[in-house]
Structures are given as structure tokens and as C-alpha cells.
């Protein structure tokens, strides 16, 4: 206000701070209304002059320093894959500091990135990951970047960045699939600091290992780095009762399946050496965490359904009611034990959070009939896993694959559906879409039927062509999967590679018009994406069934070539096609 005129800085004050009517303070001032606006206006243009500069010279002041990205974010510089076994892969990611960081991430994702990674890859790739890249390029959008940002309970989440203009969007996804679209489109990979320290490989003095120790311990399976006896675990446990590495290696070392030392198990000496640091905890902060975890340690080696793992579990519920890991144990102790209606209620005191990620294991397959269970975790999983979960630990441990089908209550009603339908389509857009394949006649698939297997090893899912004819399509290696998951979505508390790539389609506004099977070759079935952006259309070479995955999930019309159908229909003693219904008669037994 001290800069302002005088005149100006009257009608100002009289107006703004007493709450004078403009008609008012001219008759105060005995000026013409007109001047006390004109008045006014000069004051709000000074003022706000006044105010931008004030406003910048704050933040240039409270700028974040140079090394703030850095202590937030961690720029990875080299990515490495390492095969564990069968179904597990693990990641190497070394910063620009030479800080190596591991996930692990599935072998079908692993073996996707290897390639890109080696330099092999295929000079004209139509995997689902390139796909997207080659459709975000082809309308001028780019992924910006990637950050795997969170890790809870040992489960890791990350976000895609993708640029369309000037706009920005952020994708939630897998950091396996996060890392497949930056490792292809060249963009950059960041780490989000907590869960870098959470993940880096260090040496036993606590320091970040060298990338040659850190990809010497991966390749052999030996991160987090194996304490050498059961003591440095204790005393790690002692100093930090959060120490992932510690209690990681306090797992390794109680397994059954997982030959490392030091072994506890049948070893009498190593198990009184926890019981008397258990003992030792008594009456300080620790008492609860170490009763916990010799809860644990006893779930492991005698079973959840042991009388020391349930009094050790309840001894360290009754401490620490609100720690959600073992309260967690002590309800898929309860479970194992055939105790309902405890393992119930001590759910019920998890924060629903906790839960969410974590519902698909098979703590609680003895609940699954339990009135309360779905209000509680949801429907139960299909497919029992053949694992349970120690949240303490936070490493899914093998056991049993369960006896039996789970017994579930049955409703009256409509019978299981064998398929879904498709979004139909106009014969006018089928012409229209046609255009992009001119030496091709499309039919307009209105049905898909879930995977199944046939005789041998080989799975086959039904289309139906044209309203009342089906068609076989085999299916090979990871295919079933893609086509069973595509069908239910919500059954997954992350979204699965079609899912993503579905949402960064929408989120870069581009429209997937429609997906065409082309024709069968030696590698399996050419198809391509139809997809339009900024009133052009382009077509997009796939492979098939990832492809059908993703235009299910964004509800998008899938059409077949005359050609190709004529292949691949199921065909009764007539020689004429069957519908979807006799076909599944006539081939899924």
C-alpha cells in the first residue's frame, strides 16, 4: 500500500480494508464516481505487480538445492536381469552413484526385457510393450519417464509418465511392466528414496556394496547379503528391529525350502540362542517385536497351527495390537488351527490397507466359507496359490497345495457363463475399419470363451464369428493367462501389462478403434491395433493374444479375417462350422 499515489492508496484502504461502497467514498472525497473506479483499478495493477515480485523472490529464495532430486529420487544408470529360477527374475538397478538396487519381477517379464537390454533385439518387435511404444510415437506422445515409488510389505507399485503436448499424465503400473516401456522408448528409470534404501544391496558394516559384489551376490542368490551366523542376525534385529535385511535372513534361515545358513531348524543350540534373546528382550521396547518374530520362526518349523507359534503370536498381539504384520501371523495361525471365529475378529483389527495386497494368498483358506470372510477380504481366489504369507518376514512361504476344492456356499441360479461378449459392430464401421486392410474381408468377432485345455498340453480359446460360428484359436506358454486375466480384471490389486497399456492409451487420448487377427504363420497369428489420434488412424502390428487382452479391457470390437476364420473353425461331421456352444461340446470335454 506504501507505494501506491495517494489518491490511490485512499480509495484503497477506504474500500478494501473499511468495506466502503465505491458510491460512497465518492461522496466522501466529493470526486465523480468515475474517477474513484479508475482510482481503484490503478491500485489493483500496482498491487499486483507488487504481489508477483514478492511471490518469486519467496520461492527463488526457498529454491530447492542442487541435490534435492537427488536425495528424493535415484537416477538409475544400468539395468542387468538375473534368473533365479522358473518363475522368478531379479532386477539390478545401479544409480549414477553406483548404488545397486534389486527387485524382483516375473520370468515372463524378465525374459521380455532381456533382449533390449543385450542389444538382440527383434529389428520389427509386436510384443505388447513395443506395440505401445511404436503407437505413442506414432501420434507424437512419449513415455517421459518412469519412478518405482512405493514398496508395502514387500510388494513393489510404480508410475509411467507420459507426455501428450504439454500435458503430463501419470499412470500407476508393475515396475516389471514400468521398466519394459522405459527401457524400449529410452526413457529415464528413478527410484524413490525410501524404497532405494529399502532395496540396496550392502555389506554386513551397512555401507552400499560395490556393482560387482552387488551383481556377484544376484547372480548367486545370496541378496540380501547372508549374515554368517545367527548372531550378527540378532544383534542387526537389536539395533534396528526394522532391518529388512535381518529379518530376511532370520526367514531364509527358518525355511524348510530355502538351504542357506545359518539353519535354526532342528538345530537345538541355534533355537535357545532366540529363545534367551527373546528373554533378554523382556521389559524394553524390543519385548514385542522378538516375541513376534519367534512367533514366526516357530510357524515356520512346526507350522502355523503349532501351540508355540499361537502363544508367542497372541503374547505379541497383546503388546503391540496395532503392528498389522502380527496380527496378521497370528490370524493365519488361528486359520490353520481351525479357530474361525478368532482368526475372524483379529482380522477385523488389520487396517484395511494392509489387507488389500496381500488377500489373494492362501492364509485363510479354511475361512473361505466363512459368512464374514468376502466382507472382509473379498471373494476368495480361484486358483489357491499353495502359499501362505508372513507378513514379518514378508516372504510368501511354500507349503501344501490344498486337498480338495474350498468349500463355498452355492447359489440358485443362472449356471456359470463359458463366454462374454464383445462389443458389436456396425456393418458401416466394419467397412470403414476394413479400408486399413484392403486385401482382407473382416467378420466381426461377438464372442470369447475362457481358455481350455484339450487333449495333451494344448489350451485353445473359442471365438464366435459372426454370431454363430466358432473358431479354435491355440493358445501357447503365457497365452491362457493373458485371455483368463483380461476376463477379470478386478480380481488383481495391480494392474497387469493389458491393463496398463489399455490406461496409457486413454490417458494419451489415443482410441483403439478396433483389433484385427490377420493370418496365421509359423510364429502364431499376426494381428495389429486400429488406432486413431488427432483425426488420423494407424495400424499397429501386435501379436494376437496379448493384443485380444488389451481390446477386451478397453471394450473395443475384435474383428477376424474371412482367411483366417476359415482356418480356424471347429467343424461338425458335415463338414460345416459349428456353433460356439457345440463347438466347446465337441472339444472341451
Known amino acids: 500500500m506504501k507505494s501506491l499515489p495517494d489518491a490511490s492508496r485512499e480509495a ?20 465523480p464516481l468515475g474517477t474513484i473506479k479508475r482510482r481503484l483499478h490503478d491500485a489493483r495493477k500496482q498491487l499486483r505487480k507488487e504481489l508477483v515480485t514478492m511471490v518469486e523472490t519467496e520461492l527463488k529464495s526457498s529454491r530447492p538445492e542442487r541435490e534435492f532430486t537427488d536425495r528424493v529420487l ?30 524382483c519381477i516375473g520370468t ?49 507399485y510404480a508410475t509411467i509418465k507420459i507426455r501428450s503436448g504439454k500435458a503430463i499424465t501419470e499412470i500407476d503400473s508393475r515396475p516389471s511392466d514400468a ?53 550378527e542376525v540378532l544383534r542387526a534385529l537389536q539395533k534396528d528391529p526394522e532391518n529388512a535385511t535381518a529379518r530376511s535372513n532370520l526367514h531364509r534361515a527358518t525355511s ?53 507359534a499361537l502363544d508367542c503370536l497372541e503374547a505379541a498381539h497383546r503388546l503391540l495390537p496395532a503392528d498389522n504384520r502380527i496380527a496378521w ?22 487396517d484395511p490397507k494392509f ?28 486358483d489357491p496359490q499353495g502359499t501362505f504369507l508372513c507378513a514379518q518376514f514378508g516372504f510368501p512361504v511354500l507349503v501344501g497345495k490344498p486337498k480338495g476344492k474350498p468349500s463355498r456356499k452355492r447359489t440358485a441360479g443362472k449356471p456359470a457363463k463359458l463366454s462374454i461378449q464383445l462389443p458389436r459392430t456396425s456393418t458401416a ?26 487333449e495333451g498340453a494344448n489350451v485353445v480359446t473359442f471365438l464366435e464369428v459372426n454370431k454363430n460360428h466358432a473358431a479354435a484359436m491355440p493358445l501357447r506358454k503365457m497365452e491362457p493367462h493373458f485371455i483368463d486375466y483380461a476376463l477379470r480384471p478386478a480380481a488383481f490389486w495391480r494392474p497387469l501389462t493389458h491393463t496398463t497399456v489399455s490406461n496409457i492409451l486413454r490417458a494419451a487420448d489415443i482410441k483403439l478403434e478396433a483389433l484385427a487377427l490377420l493370418e496365421r504363420t509359423r510364429s502364431g497369428i499376426d494381428a495389429a491395433f486400429v488406432v486413431s489420434a488427432d483425426g488420423e488412424q494407424a495400424v499397429i502390428p501386435v501379436d494376437a493374444v496379448p493384443g485380444i487382452a488389451v481390446a477386451v479391457v478397453s471394450k473395443s470390437p475384435i474383428l477376424i479375417t474371412e482367411t483366417l476364420a476359415e482356418k480356424l473353425y471347429v467343424r461338425g461331421k458335415s463338414g460345416r462350422p459349428l456353433t460356439l456352444r457345440g463347438a466347446m461340446r465337441k472339444l472341451g470335454k
Open 355 to 382: 489387507l488389500q495386497p496381500h488377500r489373494h494368498h492362501s492364509n485363510f483358506r479354511k475361512l473361505w466359507a466363512h459368512p464374514r470372510y468376502s466382507r472382509i477380504l473379498g471373494r476368495p481366489p480361484r
Open 12 to 31: 484503497a484502504t477506504l474500500y478494501y480494508i473499511n468495506g466502503y461502497s465505491q458510491k460512497d467514498i465518492s461522496t466522501f472525497t466529493n470526486r
Open 108 to 156: 515372463f517379464e524378465g525374459d521380455a526385457i532381456a533382449p533390449w537390454l543385450s542389444g538382440k533385439a527383434p529389428s520389427k518387435p509386436t510384443d505388447l510393450h513395443s506395440a505401445l511404444i511404436a503407437t505413442l510415437g506414432r501420434f507424437g506422445r512419449q513415455i517421459e519417464g518412469v519412478v518405482v515409488g512405493e514398496l508395502k510389505k514387500s510388494t513393489f
Open 329 to 350: 501371523d497370528l490370524a493365519t495361525s488361528y486359520s490353520f488351527a481351525g479357530r474361525s471365529t478368532d482368526a475372524i475378529r483379529t482380522l477385523e483389527e488389520i
Open 74 to 103: 535415484r537416477k538409475i544408470s544400468q539395468v542387468r536381469v538375473y534368473a533365479r529360477d522358473q518363475t522368478v527374475q531379479d532386477v539390478l538397478l545401479t544409480d549414477s552413484q553406483e548404488r545397486s538396487f534389486v527387485i
Open 179 to 231: 521398466i519394459n516401456f522405459a527401457v524400449r522408448a529410452g526413457a529415464s528409470i528413478l527410484v524413490d528414496k525410501d524404497v532405494a534404501e529399502q532395496c540396496l544391496i550392502r555389506r554386513k558394516d551397512g555401507k552400499p556394496a560395490a556393482p560387482r559384489t552387488a551383481r556377484q551376490r544376484v547372480k548367486l542368490g545370496r541378496w540380501p547379503a547372508p549374515f554368517t551366523t545367527l548372531s
Open 429 to 454: 464401421r466394419i467397412r470403414g475399419l476394413a479400408r486399413a486392410f484392403p486385401s482382407h474381408e473382416l467378420l466381426p468377432v461377438t464372442s470369447l470363451a475362457k481358455p481350455r485345455p484339450q
Open 256 to 308: 524348510k525350502f530355502l538351504p542357506n545358513p545359518p539353519r535354526i531348524a532342528g538345530d537345538s543350540r541355534k533355537m535357545e540362542q532366540l529363545k534367551s534373546w527373546v528373554e533378554r528382550a523382556k521389559g524394553t521396547k524390543l519385548e514385542g517385536v522378538a516375541i513376534g518374530l519367534l512367533g514366526a520362526v516357530y510357524a515356520h518349523w512346526r507350522g502355523p497351527r503349532s501351540p508355540q
